[in-house]
């Protein structure tokens, strides 16, 4: 489990496609303190550690997760959100996010509103009814909130800090991102179908 506080930005050093895709990940994290065998969200995507070096990692990338993801579209020297496993006492400061990512949403504009950038995206219409307004989605790995919700577009306001700590500064209209939606979000349609 993970919280969207996204505490790094990776970048991709390495891709090769050996069964699965194995994926190279340069990483200020300190590499000794990672167990192989450890969970990394990487945008979001939940990863699992099998190689790691004085400043990189390795992961291999199922089809399945390439294929719900926008892994497809990793290069060398694409950056990346980072967040490791959340420990029990940690401080829960996003919301619980898993590294299941559901879909992709796509950026559909970008304005800036003062300091802050207003970004609007598309969801897969089969996801977009969990999306709420001030409800949370995971983004790219990122946990945030929802400020309005019309039909399959929902916005979000980044503030500067959410911009430099993450990838989020980047973001172009077009851009395909990972979207995780609220767990809570998914339960509460279940009963609702129920009744």
Partial sequence: MFTGIVTDIGEIRDLEQ??????????NYETSGIDMGASIACDGVCL?????GSDWFDVEISAESVSKTNISAWSVGYRVNLERALKVGDELGGHIVFGHVDGVAEVVSIRDEGDSTRVTLRAPAE???FIAPKGSVALNGTSLTV???KGNEFGINFI???KQATTWGDVQEGDRV???IDTLA?????LAEAS
């Fill in 127 to 129: 996801l977009a009814k």
């Fill in 186 to 190: 998914r339960y509460v349609a279940r």
């Fill in 160 to 162: 500067p800090h959410t």
């Fill in 147 to 149: 400020n309005e919700v």
């Fill in 48 to 52: 699992t550690v099998m190689g790691l």
């Fill in 18 to 27: 050996r069964g699965d895709l194995r994926a190279r990940i340069a990483t």
């Fill in 178 to 180: 990972n979207l995780e």
